[in-house]
C-alpha cells in the first residue's frame, strides 16, 4: 500500500514536491525541486514529477505500467516530444515516480476552451505540422502513442510537445512484462478510433485517427463536438481542399481505409506533395 503524496513532501531525499501541475485518469503530476542540481548550483533546477493516481495503488502491475511509460518516452528526444529524466521509488513511501522536463505553456485543451470557433489557417497550419513531426518521429522510432488528444498536447512559445505516453506500445520486442492495457484503459471517445473502443490492438493507424481529430477540433472549434460520427465530417472553411482531402482520409472510422501515414498528412499540410490526395 502506498503512501498519498503531499505539497512539501520530500521524495527520495531528492525532491521536493511544490504544487500539482496535473491530475488524469491514470497520474498526478507535481512540479519540484531537484534539491541534489540545487546544491550544486543548477539554477533550473524545477522538473515535472508524475506517480500514479491512489486508485492505481492497488493494482499489482501498477508500477510496472509508469515504468512502461517512461522507458518509451525516453527513447525519444524530439523538440516536439517531452523529455524524460529518471525513474525511482521513495521506499519510505512505497511509491514509484519518474521526473521529466517541466514544461511551460497551456494544454491544447485548455487553450481550445478559448477558441471556440477554432483556429485560423495561419495559426493552425504550424501548430498542426509540429504535431505532426511529433508523431512522425515517434512512430519512425516504432513507438505507437495510444492516446493523442488535446489533454496530452502542450503548446509552449516554443513551439509544441506530445506527452502522456501510459497508453503508449512499443512495436518492437522490448522485454519488458506484457501488460493487459484493457484492464486499464481509459481511452477518450471523442480521439480513440473506433477500432479500440471495439477490442483491436493499437496500432498506428489509431494514432492517425487520434491526430486527425484532434487537428479537426482545432479547425472546426466546439462544431466538431457536435458531428455525428456516422456522418461525414464538414471541410473546416478555412482548411485549403488539398489538406482536408488527407484529413478526411486520416478520419476514416474504418481502418482498412485509413491508409494514409502520419508522415503523409503531414506533407499534404504542408502544401509540398498535396496531388497525391486531391
Ligand atoms: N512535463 C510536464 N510539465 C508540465 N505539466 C505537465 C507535465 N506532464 C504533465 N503535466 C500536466 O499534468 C496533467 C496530467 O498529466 P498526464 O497527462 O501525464 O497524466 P495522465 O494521468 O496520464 O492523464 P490522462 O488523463 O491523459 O491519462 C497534464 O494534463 C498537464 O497539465
Ligand atoms: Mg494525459
Known sequence: MTTPLRTGDLIAGRYQLERVLGIGGMGVVYRARDLLH?????????????????????????????????????????????????????????????????????????????RPAGFGWHEW???????????AYVHGRGVLHGDVKPGNVMVAEAGIRLFDFGLGQSQAVTGLPGLDRHRISAWTPAYAAPELL??????????VYGVACVLYEMAQGRRARERKLTQAPDRPRQLPRHC??????????????????????????SGRSWRWFA
Open 125 to 135: 497550419q504550424p501548430m498542426a505540422l509540429q504535431l505532426l513531426d511529433a508523431l
Open 38 to 114: 540545487e546544491q550544486f548550483g543548477e539554477p533550473c533546477s524545477s522538473v515535472a514529477l508524475k506517480v500514479l493516481g491512489e486508485c492505481f495503488s492497488e493494482c499489482p502491475d501498477a508500477h510496472v505500467l509508469l515504468y512502461s511509460e517512461f522507458s518509451l518516452a525516453r527513447s525519444l528526444l524530439h523538440p516536439g516530444v517531452v523529455r524524460m529524466f529518471g525513474f525511482d521509488v521513495d521506499t519510505r513511501r512505497q511509491s514509484a515516480f519518474f521526473t521529466m522536463e517541466l514544461m511551460h505553456g497551456m494544454p491544447l485543451d485548455r487553450l481550445m476552451l478559448e
Open 198 to 207: 471495439s477490442g483491436a490492438q493499437l496500432s498506428a493507424t489509431a494514432d
Open 244 to 269: 482536408w482531402s488527407a484529413l478526411r482520409a486520416a478520419m476514416a472510422m474504418d481502418p482498412t481505409q485509413r491508409t494514409i501515414t502520419v508522415a503523409e498528412v503531414r506533407e499534404a499540410l
